[in-house]
């Protein structure tokens, strides 16, 4: 059983910067492929980026590509998601989830991920 917990979310004026954390529970952290996920009123959850389970590999969705870094510290049992250049359009719920195993085809897809934390807003005022 892997508990996250995500901090760091907030308001922020349009071209800003927020750093995300998400704390994980638990000995086998580095097991993980941690991603990130979003979810705007209306609107379905969404994939962000994730990090595979050494770090060494990342992956981006196409929106936020050049704008989004994710990284993790297994030492810390923590991934983090630094957003710069923020758009309006970022604003949302954002969560961070854990997937074991962490096959290829499980990477993009929210259904496949095992836990999942209680979410953080993300606000974006133009």
């Known amino acids: 059983q892997v508990q996250l917990v995500e901090s760091g979310g907030g308001l922020v004026q349009a071209g800003g910067s927020l750093r995300l954390s998400c704390a994980a529970s638990?000995?086998?952290?580095?097991?993980?492929?941690m991603g990130w996920f979003r979810q705007a009123p209306g609107k379905e959850r969404e994939f962000v980026a994730a990090?595979?389970?050494?770090?060494?590999?990342?992956y981006y969705a196409d929106g936020v590509k050049g704008r989004f870094t994710i990284s993790r510290d297994n030492a810390k049992n923590t991934v983090y998601l630094q957003m710069n250049s923020l758009k309006p359009e970022d604003t949302a719920v954002y969560y961070c989830a854990a997937d074991q195993p962490p096959l290829t085809y499980h990477i993009y897809s929210a259904e496949w991920y095992d836990y999942w934390g209680q979410g953080t807003q993300v606000t974006v005022s133009s």
């Open positions: 638990g000995p086998t952290f580095s097991n993980y492929r």
């Open positions: 990090v595979s389970t050494s770090g060494g590999r990342t």
